[in-house]
């Protein structure tokens, strides 16, 4: 009978520093690497000084992001007034980087990426009808303003954090079903930011 106790199975993955497209095997189902999809002119707003500035500053935070989460990130911006005549994509630390083509708002290019792209993106947005769509396509949005938040204090640990934030009032109607339950909605979106 052979000693298997003396056999050593070397495994380069494990020998190796983890890199993070393997983190969310160690990490658990709440903290698995997530799609995340950013509407970039949203998020940092276009009233600044140097919007070139500003813009490669929230590539750099994202990129730190990315390195401390792991995360799939994609962050769109719009190129239909000043754009070429075809979309462009680049990637900087990991961080896969679209600007959206002339005649053409990032808008389409966010949905256009979730409809197409069949997997739960974390979408990073205050617009309402891209918010529609990330739900109807079976994605959940987050608030551009949250993120933000969550971008500027990625340094500390988050886990818990954050508290499920009041929605819009829904005009006084009363909700039907248990109202101890989140609603499906409610539950995905704290899902979502507890991976965040």
Request: a positive charge; glycine letters at 8%.
């Amino acid at each position: 009978m052979e000693d298997y106790t003396q056999k050593h199975v070397k495994i380069p993955c494990i020998d190796a520093i983890i890199t993070p497209c393997f983190a969310g095997i160690f990490r658990g189902k709440e903290e698995a690497i997530s799609a995340i999809i950013i509407d970039g002119y949203n998020l940092i707003g276009i009233d600044h000084h140097d919007l070139n500035r500003r813009r490669e500053q929230l590539i750099q935070l994202l990129i730190a992001y990315k390195k401390i989460k792991g995360h799939d990130i994609t962050v769109v911006f719009d190129g239909w007034k000043s754009g070429s005549g075809r979309e462009e994509l680049s990637t900087a630390g990991g961080v896969r980087v679209i600007y959206s083509r002339l005649g053409e708002k990032a808008d389409a290019v966010i949905k256009r990426i979730v409809s197409r792209e069949k997997k739960e993106w974390i979408v990073i947005t205050s617009d309402r009808e891209i918010m529609s769509h990330a739900w109807a396509s079976g994605s959940v949005p987050i608030p551009s303003s949250e993120f933000q938040t969550i971008l500027e204090t990625s340094d500390t640990s988050l886990a818990g954090a954050y508290d499920l934030i009041e929605e819009d009032d829904d005009g006084g109607h009363q909700r039907k079903g248990n109202p101890q339950k989140l609603s499906k909605k409610e539950r995905a979106t704290l899902r979502v930011r507890k991976k965040l």
